[in-house]
């Protein structure tokens, strides 16, 4: 197992940040039907963990509103985890951060280091996105995240010893379960976190 996420016995719980955007957030679903809510309930005394989702947030540091010019970035590193989930490319997605692609897969390690340097043994996991769709034109596009933003994401994890879980395979063909073309319902959300901790348990590879 890569990693083995029961503590021994006496040992504090694993501390896990959850770094996103609004699918991460839980937005349009009740805070307990949110993945990162479902998982923290999973997990009990196992682990604490953090929500540090923002709305409409991107990775691209040039992006329109990027996830590390915020107080829930700054929050999560100082949350100190053993292990931190990033959920995010589907903003970057957009025609007004795409333009700064050649960016990207820096900005993600960037992202990877500044975390690892409060903790080196610190364990990432890069979730694909979900294969959204909106409706305006320039907006969040399937097709971006499937043919440029996951290869690069994939890319990120083998260069920095991170791992990935695939979300996108597990909400394929699930597009009734986006309530507004972009954002899982409840039943999403449980799709997500039922896959995400089979990962983390070492059940499943990504």
Same mark, same amino acid.
Request: hydrophobic residues 45%.
């Given at each position: 197992m890569w990693y =083995?996420?029961?503590p021994a016995y006496g040992a504090s719980p694993v501390r896990i940040a959850c770094l996103g955007d609004s699918i991460t =957030?839980?937005?349009? #679903?009740r805070? $307990?039907?949110c993945w990162v809510s479902r998982v923290a309930k999973a997990l009990g005394k196992k682990a604490? #963990?953090?929500?540090?989702g923002v709305s409409a947030r991107c990775l691209l540091f040039k992006g329109d509103r990027p996830i590390t010019r915020e107080k829930a970035y700054r929050d999560a590193l100082a949350f100190k985890p053993g292990m931190l989930l990033i959920g995010l490319g589907t903003n970057d997605s957009k025609e007004v951060n795409w333009k700064h692609k050649t960016d990207f897969a820096d900005n993600y390690k960037e992202v990877i280091a500044e975390f690892r340097k409060e903790n080196p043994r610190l364990k990432v996991y890069c979730l694909l996105p979900i294969p959204s769709q909106e409706a305006r034109e320039g907006g969040i596009?399937? $097709?971006r995240i499937s043919? $440029?933003?996951?290869?690069?994401i994939r890319q990120v994890a083998k260069s920095t010893n991170s791992k990935v879980i695939d979300l996108n395979k597990v909400m394929k063909d699930?597009?009734?379960l986006l309530v507004d073309g972009v954002h899982p319902n409840a039943e999403g959300h449980a799709l997500m976190a039922e896959?995400?901790?089979?990962?983390?348990?070492?059940?499943a590879a990504e």
């Open positions: =083995a996420l029961i =957030a839980g937005m349009l #679903v805070k $307990e039907d604490e #963990v953090g929500n540090f596009s399937r $097709e043919r $440029e933003v996951i290869p690069l699930k597009e009734g896959h995400i901790l089979l990962v983390l348990k070492g059940k």
